[in-house]
């Protein structure tokens, strides 16, 4: 299987440069890919922690540690480092080690725009973190950025837009890089309905990235006009309507979201059937239950403002749209329990990370088709329901499937294994606790507790509590997962693994045909055979 | 990677760049959609922003609509600002007038403007104004106090589901954008 590495000639260089200057100046693919996914873990501890301040000052009823002011920035910036920092970052790291070696190309297309993509989104969160020492505050309006309350934000709004304006062009660029490697970097043979989910997944998200970035970056612009240029895109009293920036933020906001969970559920759909030793179950139906899904975020992104008074009409189109949702949804769930029956199953760390994610997304995607229904929605809107709800989909679910993604091919990428007793003690920690920290926030929610509040009726004091210990718990067990990283990195186990890694993974994917760990360039001859065990 | 390749990753890139400035004036060609789809909708709740000419109607004596009057200020700007009724029950096609009372709580003029929004939106076009302040901007010296009254018409074309139309007004103090437009 190393056939590709004995073929290597004089022109080419051997390795990557020595020192510091290879991070900064690569554009290897692999390199990249680590580069995106140690940011994205480092963004992950960054948000991490302003979560517990958020979880601390909820502890008990009352204003304990933080300012109201100070606490909802924590909300906001929570948020914004969680979403464009951490998961969106860690799919295109991802994305980057990946597709090449699953389509069988020698690198990304446009490997300088990847290098730049990658420190513009250095730049883009060093300036939004940067607003966290500024005069007023970091933004503290929610993620949402809603006029008018955002234009009350002080020194850090231009710095805030700015910092999306290049955390955008950032995406943009890794996805227009995505989108050229898949069309036309494929190996001879990898035809479209040959690639793996992952790959087309990615391919979906990026043209989601291109379609929606770009309206945000206009959102805010408008945003920022109003304030410095006397625009009145959102100011009433000079013709405009506060309630068009949620029109055409949540334009952007729905398919975003799905941008966080489509390349989830590509690598769900990756490591499932390796672990059930089975093809996945439909193959075909998995891609256009993909593109369904990516079709109607975009006709659905009303639901997430049923309560500023739109007629009737508009509020059963935006419900039975969103209700619709749940049918591709459900084929992709039924997809991955088909695969798992009667498979001989194993649990190593990664797949119960993703048999989790489809449990636990499964709870998560029931309550959102419980929001769906707009007369109930009232009762849920903006109380910690809706925090519960999407809560479950990002944690369990797309940061679940990452630690999958992580114990899956860390192996592959470094040579080692991980130590297979912590990663499941580091999996059951995690597991249990999350369920403790997002669970009674429903019962909050249905109860009437407001999201963004730093102090409550104490009528909500128990499970508010019960909450805070389980994000305690779970954020203390992601230090695990940090040591089983580097202990990783640093020899493992000590036990070298084959070249598949995984029983007959080879079958599954390209990139387990190649040897382990990866050398610095792989196929730069093109593959021979393609693999077919995912049809 | 040969030219081949190179040739058609440039072109697919200058496409894909094309879409993405595309949508970037997208998102503001969404402005006009969104001002015209409200306009021929009605869905945001707005009323007409010039005064109609008040005309006999045929007054439905037998109906009752519950009109409700929210008065509210914007960033807490300076005025008090209240009607003098907080709702009342009116006839369709009788007209009826409302007193609102405003005062400037500085000690320097101040240029106010109020918005007006009915809810629930669809009924706003059967909801009619012959006379209202907020048709203009409002000049106030200091520390003035204005009676403003409003004189509206319910028309007896409403929808038998609407009984209670609320219509509220923001006072934005507009003093800062009016002197730098003048400017």
Request: with cysteine; proline share 6%.
């Given at each position: 299987?190393?056939a ?5 000639d004089?022109?080419?260089?051997h390795?990557?440069?020595?020192g510091l200057l290879?991070?900064?100046i ?8 680590t580069?995106y ?8 501890f960054?948000?991490g922690?302003?979560a517990?301040v958020i ?28 979403v464009f920092g951490?998961?969106?970052p ?7 080690w ?18 730049m ?7 883009g ?10 005069e007023?505050g ?17 020194a850090?709004?231009p ?16 996805a227009?890089n ?15 309905m040959?690639m793996?989910l ?5 391919l ?12 945000f970056?206009g ?5 920022l006009?109003?304030r410095f ?10 013709g ?14 729905h ?14 759909s990756?490591i499932?059937?390796v ?10 139906s ?10 109607l ?35 992709k769930?039924?997809n991955w ?31 959102g ?8 929605d ?22 679940f ?8 091919w ?13 990663g499941q003690?580091?999996?059951w920690?995690?597991?249990?606790s ?6 009674p ?5 249905l ?5 963004r509040?730093?102090?409550y009726a ?8 019960v ?7 779970f ?6 997962f940090l040591?089983i ?9 000590g ?6 890694v ?14 382990s ?12 055979e ?5 049809f | ?7 058609k ?8 760049v ?11 060609v ?7 789809f409200?306009?021929?909708t009605?869905?945001n709740?707005?009323t ?15 109906r009752?609509?519950?009109v ?10 300076p005025?008090?600002f ?7 029950k ?6 009826y ?8 709580l500085?000690?320097?003029p ?18 009619t ?26 028309d007896?074309k ?6 209670i ?10 003093t800062e ?7």
């Open positions: 299987m190393s590709v590495v004995a073929e290597h004089d022109h080419h260089d390795g990557p440069e020595k290879r991070w900064i690569t554009t290897n693919h692999k390199d990249i890919g580069l996914l140690v940011f994205s873990l480092a963004m992950f960054l948000g922690a302003m517990l979880r601390a000052e909820l502890f008990e009823p009352g204003l304990q540690f933080v300012e109201p002011q100070f606490f909802n920035s924590m909300t906001t910036m929570h948020a914004l480092i969680m951490a998961v969106m860690a799919f295109v790291g991802l994305a980057n990946m597709i090449p070696l699953m389509i069988g190309a020698p690198d990304m297309a446009l490997p300088r725009m990847n290098n993509s990658f420190w513009l989104l250095v730049a969160a060093l300036l939004l973190a940067s607003t966290l020492f500024m007023g970091a933004p503290a309006s929610g993620w949402t950025l809603y006029p008018p309350l955002v234009l009350q934000t002080g850090a709004l710095f805030a837009i700015f910092s999306v304006h290049l955390l955008g062009i950032s995406s943009i660029m890794g227009i995505i989108i050229a490697t898949i069309f036309n970097m494929r190996a001879p043979g990898m035809t479209l040959k793996p992952f790959v087309w997944t990615w979906i998200t990026a043209f989601l990235l291109i379609a929606v970035m770009p309206v970056a959102a805010v612009t408008m945003l006009t109003d240029f006397d625009t009145s895109f959102f100011n009433a009293a000079g405009g309507d506060p309630v068009l920036y949620q029109h055409i933020f949540w334009f952007f906001g398919p975003e979201v799905y941008v966080m969970i489509l390349p989830t559920f590509g690598v769900a990756t499932i059937p672990f059930a030793r089975k093809p996945l179950f439909g193959y075909s998995m891609v256009y239950a993909t593109a369904s899904i990516a079709f975020s975009f006709i659905v992104w009303a639901h997430h403002m049923f309560t500023v008074g739109m007629p009737i009409a508009g509020e059963l189109y935006f419900m039975y749209a969103t209700m619709l949702i749940a049918i591709p949804t459900g084929v769930v039924f329990t088909a695969t798992m029956w009667k498979g001989s199953m194993t649990f190593e760390t990664p797949m119960l990370f993703s048999i989790a994610f489809v449990v636990l997304f499964t709870l998560g995607g029931f309550t088709l419980m929001m769906s229904v707009a007369p109930s009232f009762q849920y809107h903006d109380t910690y329901f809706i925090v519960a709800h999407f809560h479950y989909t990002l944690v369990p679910a797309s940061v499937i990452l630690m999958a993604a992580a114990y899956f860390l192996p592959k990428w470094t040579g080692n294994m991980y130590d297979e007793k912590l003690l580091h999996f920690l995690s597991a249990i999350v369920n403790v920290l997002f669970f926030q429903h019962f909050l929610g109860a009437g507790m407001p999201r509040i730093p102090d104490v009528q909500f004091a128990d499970w508010n509590m909450s805070s210990i389980g994000a305690f718990v954020g203390f067990s992601q230090l695990l040591y990283v580097i202990k990783t990195i640093r020899g493992g186990t036990e070298k693994v084959t070249d598949e995984w029983e007959d993974a080879s079958k599954h994917s390209l990139e387990w045909t190649l040897p760990p990866l050398p610095y360039h792989t196929f730069t001859t093109p593959p021979k393609i693999p077919t065990e995912h | 990677m040969n030219n081949d390749t190179k040739q990753n440039r072109k697919l890139v200058r496409n894909l094309l879409i993405a400035v595309g949508m970037f004036g997208f998102g503001y969404l402005v006009p959609i969104y001002d015209v409200c306009d021929i009605g869905l709740g707005k007409a922003s010039v005064a109609a000419a008040e005309t006999a109607r045929d007054i439905d004596v037998s009752e609509v519950t409700e009057f929210v008065t509210s200020l914007n960033q807490a700007a005025m008090a209240r009607a003098e009724t907080y709702k009342m009116v006839h369709p096609g009788q007209y007038t409302v007193n609102f009372y405003a005062e400037n500085t000690d320097k101040m240029i106010a403007r109020a918005i007006p929004s009915i809810t629930p939106g669809l009924a706003a076009e059967f909801f104004k012959t006379q209202c302040f907020c048709f203009d901007e409002q000049s106030f010296e200091a520390h003035e106090s204005k009676t403003m009254p409003v004189r509206f018409v319910v007896p409403l929808p038998k589901k609407y009984k139309i609320t219509l509220a007004y923001t006072f934005f103090d507009n954008l009016t002197a730098k437009k003048q400017k």
